[in-house]
């Protein structure tokens, strides 16, 4: 592909590089305006974030459509995963809250399970009645989902702070083995569990498909990279106006570990939705679960690498009502999921559960 045809279709990669040297130039600037002018920057960088997350997963979406499943929703899921970890991580540098790891991998299992698999279902339900998929699928999401967070995010609550570091590590090789078995299941033997087989796709939808196939793979990838980068660059800055805008406001603490989770999940919304409108459950299915089982098991083990490199622990263990919330969500979810068929009513029941979320989250719970 010629470098002008690249840099016509990227142009919000474009947009995105001026908007980072204009809050490298303008950052002392903006933050000396105080709190107000502060968070409308914010608010344009996490809007450019979203715009470049956007075209990440465009690309992982070419790349995922030219291998196919399950390796496809792999990238995708993978390519949200390292938009997080790295906004994480950037954010942890400033003066963020101790508990931002544990409200971000829990506001992202929210999401991912209530709030995008609820409403795809839902939809999807309500345009196409049952929608099938692989069952198989969903019991090896949930159960994964279910012991990654019960090691990590509730086990902790009872680990004496002078061991955290013993637990720490270990944390971290569990997860590192667990999703090794994982992935080479998911890959290898097991891969039948993660696809089910449709009847073919209309000519029109075939035509989608063939666009999203159009474009190299090198240039895919070397344009994920790229997002990649100027996600953490406008993350720095966003982190640094953020602290500022939401000083003494009284803003909900775990506003910005919604923020993180939001723009991660941001394009995997438009993704699993496509798929439940076209019938195509197994896709929203592979996306959603996978996307919570990826946050859980690739984010912990590198932010508590982090933490014993630095000597500095966080707070892990969930609040009760978060333990509580988490605990309802993959109740229904095992309920809901383990016959082959989603439908409207399914949806619903995880989409009030997303906005019950959101409901306590503002109530500061």
């Known amino acids: 592909m010629a470098i002008s045809s690249w840099l016509k279709q990227e142009k919000f990669l474009i947009i995105a590089f001026a908007v980072a040297v204009i809050a490298y130039l303008g950052e002392h600037a903006v933050l000396d305006m105080g709190r107000a002018a502060s968070l409308v920057a914010a608010a344009a960088l996490i809007a450019t974030i979203v715009l470049v997350s956007m075209r990440v997963a465009h690309h992982a979406e070419i790349l995922a459509t030219k291998v196919g499943d399950p390796y496809g929703t792999m990238i995708l899921t993978l390519s949200a995963v390292a938009v997080e970890v790295i906004m994480l991580a950037i954010l942890m540098g400033g003066e963020s809250s101790p508990t931002l790891v544990r409200d971000t991998i829990y506001s992202a299992v929210m999401l991912d399970i209530n709030g995008i698999l609820g409403l795809a279902a839902l939809i999807g339900g309500l345009k196409h009645g049952e929608q099938p998929y692989n069952d198989d699928s969903s019991k090896t999401y949930g159960v994964m989902i279910l012991t990654a967070m019960g090691i990590s995010m509730i086990v902790p609550e009872f680990i004496p702070d002078a061991k955290w570091h013993y637990y720490s590590a270990f944390t971290i090789i569990a997860m590192i083995a667990l999703y090794a078995l994982f992935l080479r299941m998911q890959v290898g033997k097991h891969s039948y569990f993660f696809s089910y087989s449709y009847p073919r796709i ?164």
């Open 202 to 365: 209309e000519k029109k939808h075939g035509a989608e498909d063939d666009h999203l196939g159009e474009g190299s793979t090198a240039t895919s990838i070397v344009t994920i990279l790229i997002g990649v980068i100027l996600i953490g660059g406008l993350a720095e800055f966003m982190s640094a106006f953020m602290d500022v805008g939401l000083r003494d406001s009284g803003a909900p603490p775990a506003i910005a570990a919604i923020v993180v989770a939001a723009i991660s999940a941001a394009p995997e919304i438009l993704t699993a939705l496509r798929a439940a409108l076209r019938n195509r459950m197994q896709a929203t299915i592979n996306i959603a679960m996978g996307a919570s089982l990826s946050t859980v098991i690739l984010t912990v083990p590198v932010m508590e690498a982090i933490a014993l490199y630095s000597g500095q622990p966080f707070i892990m263990a969930m609040s009760p009502v978060q333990t509580v919330m988490i605990m309802i969500t993959l109740i229904a979810a095992a309920i809901n999921l383990n016959d082959g068929e989603t439908n409207a009513i399914e949806g619903m029941t995880h989409f009030i559960l997303f906005a019950t979320f959101i409901m306590l989250t503002g109530l500061g719970l």
